[in-house]
């Protein structure tokens, strides 16, 4: 298991308390709206807390790897709008 130690949750915390603003950016720019876009960023920043690797990348390369999380839950969001979307809507 490499030998490395778990990364301390309240290092966690504080990193992505750092990000969350430009994790939100992101999100909204994307979706415009407050709440998707809220939504997407609680889920990206859970997958990035869960992996302690990405805790130990440089600070560019966290953004990086922020970046990329974040935009496939905001796509992710935008699929399951587009896909409710293209229900078949009833006659009038």
Do not use: C, N, W
């Not at 974040?70 to 009038?92: D, I, T």
């Amino acid at each position: 298991m490499g030998g490395e130690t778990a990364v301390h949750p309240a290092q966690k915390r504080e990193t992505l308390r750092q990000l969350e603003t430009y994790a939100y950016q992101i999100a909204y720019y994307l979706l415009r709206d407050e709440d998707k876009a809220v939504a997407a960023v609680t889920s990206a920043l859970i997958d990035v807390y869960l992996d302690d690797a990405f805790f130990r990348r440089s600070p560019a390369d966290m953004r990086r790897s922020l970046k990329r999380t974040v935009l496939k839950h905001s796509l992710r969001a935008l699929h399951r709008e587009a896909q409710r979307g293209r229900a078949p809507q009833p006659s009038s």
